[in-house]
């Protein structure tokens, strides 16, 4: 009988033994980042994510637009990523192996179409003829796309130019290009050189076009540590709860990260909507496991636009954009945080935590 228990015991510590080693630690965690005005800035300045993982070599990579990202993650380059909802359509729609599961941040003016002054650009329709540019597959080339549609203006009828934030910024200021929907900080450099604002992102939101920025990890990274996953989340979500209730502080880390002025950097947060991780969880947003929100909506659209313009092949059905999202890590995050007063069951709503 002794015999029995002794033998029981040992297999019941060898099992137990195994679920703990059953996820390993990860050597290293690679974020690409989108060069934003956003809370990851935060999150990277205070080093959150190295306090949730000690012991990993944290690496953050600056990834210049959505395209860049979707290449990052095609050649998986990154465990955690950003994506606007264009390319996050283009990736649900290519099967590229990741999940979004975080609120990353809501685009206002931030982005916005910036004309030259000198060349009496009032209209869309006066953009016939000129030189515009965007980084194809971002938020802001589907809503250049989507504005000229509405306007009755063809593409074909400017010469629509493919660059990087960065580049778009060089380019305007050698005077090589009339327009450009691209996003800050080089947007403000547009501005300043001879610059006008004609459409925000913002503006759009309000005709039915809203843009977001949403958080995605490697279906990979995620099945061998689903727990990281976990600390990913904790930790941006208290970037954006430190930008919330820090916006001094938060002006001076995106002023130091992005060498602008003060002045700017308080603009930029402005334009930038950021959004509490509970109320991420709530039908505007990414919903719940039980029940998907909007998000799954501005996809489908997004897609739809995008099949229709012919740069995608065809439109997934819903149940595929649904299974993109994936609200389960950020549910279990956010009850451990006080959101539910026990750990949040999948598909349920937590209570909201104070903010």
Same mark, same amino acid.
């Given at each position: 009988? *002794?015999?029995?228990?002794?033998?029981?015991?040992?297999?019941?510590?060898?099992?137990?033994?195994?679920?703990? !080693?059953?996820?390993?630690?990860?050597a290293k965690v690679t974020v690409? $980042?989108?060069?934003?005005?956003?809370? %990851?800035?935060?999150?990277?300045?205070?080093?959150?994510?190295?306090?949730?993982?000690?012991?990993?070599?944290?690496? $953050?990579?600056?990834?210049?637009?959505?395209?860049? *990202?979707?290449?990052?993650?095609?050649?998986?380059?990154?465990?955690?990523?950003?994506?606007?909802?264009?390319?996050?359509?283009?990736?649900?729609? !290519?099967?590229?192996?990741?999940?979004?599961?975080?609120?990353?941040?809501?685009?206002?003016?931030v982005e916005s179409l910036v004309?030259?002054?000198?060349?009496?650009?009032?209209?869309?329709?006066?953009?016939?003829?000129?030189?515009?540019?965007?980084?194809?597959?971002?938020?802001?080339?589907?809503?250049?796309? @989507?504005?000229?549609?509405?306007?009755?203006?063809?593409?074909?009828?400017?010469?629509?130019?493919?660059?990087?934030?960065?580049?778009?910024?060089?380019?305007?200021?050698?005077?090589?290009?009339?327009?450009?929907?691209?996003?800050?900080?080089?947007?403000?450099?547009?501005?300043?050189?001879?610059?006008?604002?004609?459409?925000?992102?913002?503006?759009?939101?309000?005709?039915?076009?809203p843009t977001w920025d949403i958080?995605?990890?490697?279906?990979?990274?995620?099945?061998?540590?689903?727990?990281?996953?976990?600390?990913?989340?904790?930790?941006?979500?208290?970037?954006?709860?430190?930008?919330?209730?820090?916006?001094?502080?938060?002006?001076?880390?995106?002023?130091?990260?992005?060498?602008?002025?003060?002045?700017?950097? %308080? !603009?930029? *947060?402005?334009?930038?909507?950021?959004?509490?991780?509970?109320? @991420?969880?709530?039908?505007?947003?990414?919903?719940?496991?039980?029940?998907?929100?909007?998000?799954?909506?501005?996809?489908?659209?997004?897609?739809?636009?995008?099949?229709? %313009?012919?740069?995608?092949?065809?439109?997934?059905?819903?149940?595929?954009?649904?299974?993109?999202? %994936?609200?389960?890590?950020?549910?279990?995050?956010?009850?451990?945080?006080?959101?539910?007063?026990?750990?949040?069951?999948?598909?349920?709503?937590?209570?909201?935590?104070?903010?």
């Amino acid at each position: 009988m *002794m015999k029995r228990l002794i033998a029981t015991l040992a297999v019941t510590t060898l099992a137990l033994t195994a679920a703990v !080693r059953a996820e390993d630690k990860p050597a290293k965690v690679t974020v690409g $980042y989108l060069n934003l005005v956003n809370a %990851q800035l935060v999150t990277k300045h205070l080093g959150l994510l190295a306090k949730e993982m000690p012991g990993v070599d944290i690496k $953050y990579v600056k990834i210049g637009g959505g395209g860049d *990202m979707l290449r990052a993650i095609a050649g998986n380059d990154v465990d955690f990523g950003g994506l606007g909802n264009p390319p996050t359509a283009i990736g649900a729609t !290519r099967a590229l192996p990741i999940k979004g599961i975080l609120v990353i941040n809501m685009l206002d003016y931030v982005e916005s179409l910036v004309v030259r002054t000198d060349k009496n650009i009032t209209s869309l329709k006066d953009l016939k003829g000129k030189t515009v540019a965007a980084p194809f597959g971002s938020t802001t080339h589907y809503l250049l796309l @989507q504005a000229l549609k509405d306007e009755g203006v063809d593409p074909a009828s400017m010469k629509i130019l493919d660059l990087a934030p960065s580049d778009i910024a060089a380019a305007w200021l050698r005077g090589d290009i009339d327009a450009a929907w691209f996003w800050e900080p080089n947007l403000g450099k547009a501005v300043k050189n001879g610059g006008k604002i004609l459409v925000t992102s913002g503006e759009m939101a309000k005709r039915g076009y809203p843009t977001w920025d949403i958080g995605v990890v490697m279906n990979a990274f995620a099945e061998k540590y689903p727990s990281y996953v976990d600390k990913f989340i904790k930790a941006e979500c208290e970037g954006i709860d430190f930008w919330l209730k820090n916006p001094e502080k938060t002006a001076e880390i995106i002023a130091e990260e992005l060498s602008l002025p003060i002045e700017d950097a %308080q !603009r930029m *947060m402005k334009g930038t909507g950021m959004v509490p991780c509970n109320k @991420q969880l709530t039908e505007e947003y990414l919903g719940t496991s039980a029940k998907k929100g909007k998000f799954v909506d501005t996809l489908i659209s997004t897609a739809d636009f995008l099949v229709k %313009q012919e740069r995608l092949p065809k439109l997934l059905p819903r149940a595929d954009f649904e299974a993109f999202i %994936q609200p389960a890590y950020l549910e279990k995050v956010i009850g451990r945080l006080g959101g539910c007063r026990r750990a949040c069951p999948a598909g349920t709503l937590p209570i909201p935590a104070s903010t």
